[in-house]
Every structure is written in C-alpha cells, then in structure tokens.
C-alpha cells in the first residue's frame, strides 16, 4: 500500500507569534511543496526495514527493524493515543541509530530531524517495515 501527500509552503508575512495569542496574522502559500509518500511492504516483500529516503538531499537512511526493536524496546512504545515526551534514555537509543548511519559531516545538522523521526516513528507506527520518502519541489503555480 502507498500513501502520497502534498503540502505548500507558507510565508508569514505579520503576526507570526500574535496568534499564539488569539490575534490574526497574514500568511501566504508559496509555490514550494513537500512531497511525501509513505510505502508499506507487503508481507511477499519480506523487507523488514525502515526507510528514510530524502530526494533533494540525496540521502538513504536504513534501519533494520530488529536494530530498532533492539534500541527501543527496553523502553516500551509509547501509546499513539496518548502523547509523550522523549525520555533522555530514548533520546540516547535514538542518538546511537541515527549515528549508525555515518551521515556526512556537511550535513551533520540533519541528525536532530532524523533523530525526530525515528522518535515520530516508533510513537505512532510501532515497529513496522515503511519506507518513507520525502521531496521538496518547486512548481509554477498558474
């Protein structure tokens, strides 16, 4: 099964912090968009893995799902349904898989977004196999 979704980017042209407070603030879309795609193997697939594509950066991160299990199950999943903080000792597990993936020190400030997504990952999926693949693209808007 495949799961595609699209979403423009937006400027805050005035009162981006005003409306925390209840006020209004201008805001525009722009013609920069996130694509997102989310693909679930099926069981003939045997691919027991998570993936993070990232097109424009041209980056693959790849996790076996046991790694994962291995560095979070101690710690128990936390419920879909209730929201929680990371505790350190996730953060640490987390910090440990995403350090496993050597990313290129250019572009080392990705760990904290990849390190969010294992955490986005674990909370709602559990432990399935997905690949995830994400792309910004600029388009005409006509």
């Known amino acids: ?80 349904a209730i929201p929680t903080c990371c505790s350190i000792e996730a953060m640490k597990s987390i910090a440990a898989l995403v350090e496993e993936q050597n990313i290129p020190e250019a572009k080392n400030f990705l760990a904290s977004g990849v390190s969010a997504f294992l955490w986005l990952y674990a909370s709602i999926q559990g432990y399935k196999s997905i690949v995830f693949y994400c792309a910004v693209e600029n388009f005409l808007l006509v």
């Open 1 to 80: 099964m495949e799961v595609k979704a699209r979403a423009p980017g937006k400027i805050i042209l005035s009162g981006e912090h005003a409306v925390v407070h209840g006020s209004t603030a201008v805001a525009a879309s722009i013609n920069l968009y996130t694509y997102v795609t989310l693909r679930f193997p099926t069981p003939a697939d045997n691919d027991d893995t998570l993936k993070l594509q990232l097109k424009d950066l041209a980056l693959e991160f790849s996790w076996p799902i046991a790694r994962i299990k291995e560095a979070l199950s101690e710690l128990g999943i936390p419920n879909p």
